[in-house]
Nanobody, 124 residues
């Protein structure tokens, strides 16, 4: 059974930093494009960062550019999200997800595996 397990969330003050991790049990982890999504109460799930497996290219949501950095370590089957200069509007449940091939966008329907999420809460 494929699993994605996130960790690293927490409660921080605005301006702080967090590093989220997602450990995968995917057999061919290196072949999957990986992404981070978030969902706040009453809002739709949104993609924040995508890292494609084929060429290592990445895309970010406009709201997080310059503050979030996605990376991966294939040998450890781990995905990371470094979050700096946190804002209260970043508060949400953060999920990692895996997609085969080359997703053009962070459309959630392209992602076939999902973790259970890790909560990030930012206070002003």
């Amino acid at each position: 059974q494929v699993q994605l397990v996130e960790s690293g969330g927490g409660s921080v003050q605005a301006g702080g930093s967090l590093r989220l991790s997602c450990v995968a049990s995917l057999g061919t982890y290196y072949s999957y494009s990986m992404a981070w999504f978030r969902q706040a109460p009453g809002k739709e799930r949104e993609g924040v960062a995508l890292l494609r497996a084929v060429d290592g290219s990445s895309i970010y949501a406009d709201s997080v550019k310059g503050r979030f950095t996605i990376s991966r370590r294939n040998t450890e089957k781990t995905l990371y999200l470094q979050i700096n200069n946190l804002k209260p509007e970043d508060s949400a449940m953060y999920y990692c997800a895996a997609a085969p091939g080359y997703p053009d966008t962070m459309n959630p329907t392209s992602f076939i595996k999902w973790g259970q999420g890790t909560q990030v809460t930012v206070s002003s």
